[in-house]
Protein backbone atom coordinates (compact mmCIF):
# COMPACT_ATOMS: atom_id res chain seq x y z
CA UNK A 1 0.00 0.00 0.00
CA UNK A 2 1.38 3.36 -1.42
CA UNK A 3 1.03 6.06 1.71
CA UNK A 4 -0.13 9.60 0.57
CA UNK A 5 1.84 12.29 2.49
CA UNK A 6 -1.65 13.17 4.48
CA UNK A 7 -2.07 9.14 5.43
CA UNK A 8 1.88 9.49 6.43
CA UNK A 9 1.08 12.52 8.74
CA UNK A 10 -1.73 10.53 10.49
CA UNK A 11 0.22 7.77 10.94
CA UNK A 12 2.79 9.38 12.29
CA UNK A 13 0.96 11.48 14.53
CA UNK A 14 -0.42 8.35 16.08
CA UNK A 15 2.65 6.13 16.22
CA UNK A 16 4.11 9.56 18.82
CA UNK A 17 1.36 8.22 20.62
CA UNK A 18 1.42 4.40 20.89
CA UNK A 19 -0.53 3.33 23.51
CA UNK A 20 -3.32 6.15 23.06
CA UNK A 21 -6.35 6.07 20.94
CA UNK A 22 -7.81 8.63 19.04
CA UNK A 23 -11.08 9.19 17.46
CA UNK A 24 -11.67 10.27 14.15
CA UNK A 25 -12.87 13.62 14.77
CA UNK A 26 -9.61 13.97 17.29
CA UNK A 27 -7.71 13.17 14.58
CA UNK A 28 -9.10 14.96 12.19
CA UNK A 29 -9.14 18.28 14.33
CA UNK A 30 -5.62 17.58 15.15
CA UNK A 31 -4.32 17.40 11.83
CA UNK A 32 -6.70 19.58 9.99
CA UNK A 33 -7.98 16.35 7.55
CA UNK A 34 -11.27 16.90 6.75
CA UNK A 35 -13.59 13.66 7.15
CA UNK A 36 -13.97 12.96 3.42
CA UNK A 37 -10.42 12.27 3.22
CA UNK A 38 -9.76 11.04 6.97
CA UNK A 39 -12.84 8.26 7.53
CA UNK A 40 -11.64 5.97 3.98
CA UNK A 41 -8.20 6.27 5.26
CA UNK A 42 -8.52 5.38 8.21
CA UNK A 43 -10.60 1.81 6.58
CA UNK A 44 -7.85 1.57 4.64
CA UNK A 45 -4.84 1.55 6.84
CA UNK A 46 -6.98 -0.66 9.37
CA UNK A 47 -7.79 -3.17 6.73
CA UNK A 48 -4.32 -3.46 5.80
CA UNK A 49 -3.39 -3.95 9.57
CA UNK A 50 -1.92 -0.30 10.29
CA UNK A 51 -4.51 0.73 12.58
CA UNK A 52 -6.68 -1.10 15.27
CA UNK A 53 -9.91 0.33 16.35
CA UNK A 54 -12.38 -0.05 19.31
CA UNK A 55 -15.79 1.79 19.44
CA UNK A 56 -16.63 3.45 22.94
CA UNK A 57 -18.93 1.13 24.92
CA UNK A 58 -21.34 3.22 26.34
CA UNK A 59 -24.79 3.94 25.17
CA UNK A 60 -25.20 6.33 22.74
CA UNK A 61 -28.38 7.60 24.17
CA UNK A 62 -26.86 8.11 27.44
CA UNK A 63 -23.83 10.19 25.64
CA UNK A 64 -26.45 12.19 23.63
CA UNK A 65 -24.30 11.83 20.54
CA UNK A 66 -23.59 8.99 18.06
CA UNK A 67 -20.92 6.52 19.33
CA UNK A 68 -17.31 6.93 18.54
CA UNK A 69 -14.57 4.91 17.32
CA UNK A 70 -11.29 5.33 18.20
CA UNK A 71 -8.52 4.09 16.12
CA UNK A 72 -4.70 2.85 17.69
CA UNK A 73 -2.18 2.27 15.40
CA UNK A 74 -1.16 -1.06 15.39
CA UNK A 75 2.83 -2.61 15.20
CA UNK A 76 2.48 -3.56 11.72
CA UNK A 77 1.78 0.57 11.86
CA UNK A 78 4.68 1.86 13.53
CA UNK A 79 6.82 -0.42 11.73
CA UNK A 80 5.34 1.13 8.17
CA UNK A 81 6.29 4.63 10.39
CA UNK A 82 9.61 3.45 11.12
CA UNK A 83 10.39 2.62 7.46
CA UNK A 84 9.00 5.36 5.69
CA UNK A 85 10.73 7.55 7.97
CA UNK A 86 14.40 5.96 7.19
CA UNK A 87 12.92 6.37 3.41
CA UNK A 88 12.90 10.08 4.01
CA UNK A 89 15.83 10.35 6.02
CA UNK A 90 17.83 8.52 3.12
CA UNK A 91 16.94 10.42 0.44
CA UNK A 92 17.01 14.02 1.81
CA UNK A 93 17.94 15.22 -2.43
CA UNK A 94 13.99 14.40 -2.62
CA UNK A 95 12.83 17.10 -0.64
CA UNK A 96 15.49 19.52 -2.53
CA UNK A 97 17.96 19.27 0.33
CA UNK A 98 21.56 18.79 -1.31
CA UNK A 99 23.30 15.19 -0.65
Same mark, same amino acid.
Do not use: C
Given at each position: ??????????????? !????? *????? #???? &? $???????? =????????? !????? *????? #???? &? $???????? =???????????????????????? $?????
Amino acid at each position: MKLSTVGLQVLTALA !AQPTA *SFSGA #EISL &A $LSVVSGTL =YPMLIRFEK !AGLLS *SEWET #EDAS &A $LGRPRRKY =YQISPVGQSRVAAEQSKINASPHL $LGVPA
